[in-house]
């Protein structure tokens, strides 16, 4: 079995989502967090993940050269227009005005929309971690599992 080195996975992972159409921008930030995930051991949504951020990219579900807007509506809330590119690239436009409103006001809440799967969690709020802060993330997800006793799907599987 062959081993890839962390800097292979960002190569590999960079090379294929360029050449699916997406710009250096998103490109960076999702094989980054790809990688990150693989040097932590959860392959599900590392490499294994890979696969359906091309298909998302080819079939036009995510834009590759989405440009995020980011809107600043109060001195703690920052709102992030995906423009329905990855989450990774509008967390990433909005990173400095969320650290800012939260060392400031004491709390500083960012809202993305209009994006995709964001991966692994962890990615973000390792980042303001690393920052000093203290952090939540929460994304949506479609149904995936039925409540207790039920039947249908209702819940997603995303803290």
Same mark, same amino acid.
């Given at each position: !079995?062959?081993?890839?080195?962390?800097?292979?996975?960002?190569?590999?992972?960079?090379?294929?989502?360029?050449?699916?159409?997406?710009? *250096?921008?998103?490109? #960076?930030?999702?094989?980054?967090?790809? !990688?990150?995930? *693989? #040097?932590?051991?959860?392959?599900?949504?590392?490499?294994?993940?890979?696969?359906?951020?091309?298909?998302?990219? &080819?079939?036009? &579900?995510?834009?590759?050269? %989405?440009?995020?807007?980011?809107?600043?509506? @109060? *001195? %703690?809330?920052?709102?992030?227009?995906?423009?329905?590119?990855?989450?990774?690239?509008?967390?990433?436009?909005? *990173?400095?005005?969320?650290?800012?409103? %939260?060392?400031?006001?004491?709390?500083?809440?960012?809202?993305?929309?209009? @994006?995709?799967?964001?991966?692994?969690?962890?990615?973000?709020?390792?980042?303001?971690?690393?920052?000093?802060?203290?952090?939540? !993330?929460?994304?949506?997800?479609?149904?995936?599992?039925? %409540?207790?006793?039920?039947?249908?799907?209702?819940?997603?599987?995303?803290?």
């Amino acid at each position: !079995m062959s081993v890839l080195s962390l800097d292979d996975i960002y190569t590999l992972c960079h090379d294929a989502i360029v050449s699916s159409g997406a710009s *250096e921008k998103q490109a #960076a930030a999702v094989a980054q967090e790809i !990688m990150d995930a *693989e #040097a932590e051991g959860i392959r599900n949504v590392g490499l294994g993940y890979i696969h359906l951020y091309l298909k998302q990219l &080819k079939s036009g &579900k995510v834009l590759g050269h %989405a440009v995020p807007v980011v809107t600043i509506r @109060s *001195e %703690a809330v920052t709102l992030i227009d995906a423009g329905y590119g990855f989450c990774h690239t509008a967390y990433l436009a909005g *990173e400095v005005s969320l650290i800012a409103s %939260a060392r400031k006001q004491g709390v500083g809440l960012m809202s993305i929309y209009h @994006s995709s799967s964001a991966g692994v969690l962890g990615w973000f709020v390792r980042r303001l971690a690393q920052q000093g802060l203290v952090s939540l !993330m929460f994304a949506n997800s479609s149904r995936a599992v039925a %409540a207790h006793g039920g039947k249908v799907p209702f819940f997603g599987t995303n803290p």
